[in-house]
């Protein structure tokens, strides 16, 4: 079946960047966009950024042009999330997610990241 | 950014009762509205997409209505393994999220 599986929970401190994988299977990887989505404790889904798995072209945010860089792997189905600077607003549970036609699904199971001194 | 208000913020039911979840945006977002349930721990999962439309295996008590700025979802009868947090979605304008409606079991 159609899956996203996320790499595992980070701790970072202030300022550091964190990496966060995001495997596909079940389905031809470089068919679908992949979405990044995050919600801090207390706080709406929020919409990080894309990318086209089949050229590799990527779109940001506002939110998060300059601390966001979303990459892909082909050759592993695997999208990736870098989150560079750091602060405690960073704190989240990260979601990928598959654009099926024009709408997220499915979605992998989140990964936790913590920032803390 | 189109702004999605959910309402209410936490729904108390039965199991077999009438849920009806609102969802209104800042703006017109025509049909382009999605309804995800998100239980603790797992993904969110696609329900209803474009206003009306079930996604696949989506039994048929999930139903969603509206148009423009004016969203609803219905569970007809809800099951135990109903009660989660909802979320509304739009598309039309980049993608923005509601706050979630908490369904809980009275």
């Known amino acids: 079946q159609v899956q996203l599986v996320q790499s595992g929970a980070e701790v970072k401190k202030p300022g550091a960047s964190v990496k966060v994988s995001c495997k596909a299977s079940?389905?031809?990887?470089?068919?679908?966009?992949i979405h990044w989505v995050r919600q801090a404790p207390g706080q709406r889904l929020e919409w990080m950024g894309w990318?086209?798995?089949?050229?590799?072209?990527?779109k940001y945010s506002q939110n998060f042009q300059g601390s966001l860089t979303i990459t892909r792997d082909t050759s592993a189905s695997t999208a990736y999330m870098e989150l560079r600077s750091l602060n405690s607003g960073d704190t989240a549970v990260y979601y990928c997610?598959?654009?099926?036609?024009?709408?997220?699904?499915?979605w992998g199971q989140g990964t936790q990241v913590t920032v803390s001194s | 950014e189109i702004v999605l208000t959910q309402s209410p913020a936490t729904l108390s039911l039965s199991p077999g009762e009438r849920a009806t979840l609102s969802c209104r945006a800042s703006?017109?977002?025509?049909?382009?509205l999605a309804w995800y349930q998100h239980k603790p721990g797992q993904a969110p999962r696609l329900l209803i997409y474009?206003?009306?439309n079930r996604a696949t295996g989506i039994p048929a008590r999930f139903s969603g209505s509206g148009s423009g700025t004016d969203f609803t979802l219905t569970i007809s009868s809800l099951e135990p393994e109903d009660f989660a947090v909802y979320y509304c979605?739009?598309?039309?304008?980049?993608?923005?999220f509601g706050q979630g409606t908490k369904l809980e079991i009275k």
């Open positions: 997610a598959r654009l099926n036609g024009v709408y997220f699904d499915p």
């Open positions: 079940g389905y031809t990887f470089s068919n679908y966009a």
């Open positions: 990318i086209n798995t089949g050229n590799g072209d990527t």
């Open positions: 703006q017109n977002v025509g049909s382009f």
């Open positions: 474009d206003t009306s």
């Open positions: 979605h739009q598309r039309s304008s980049w993608y923005t």
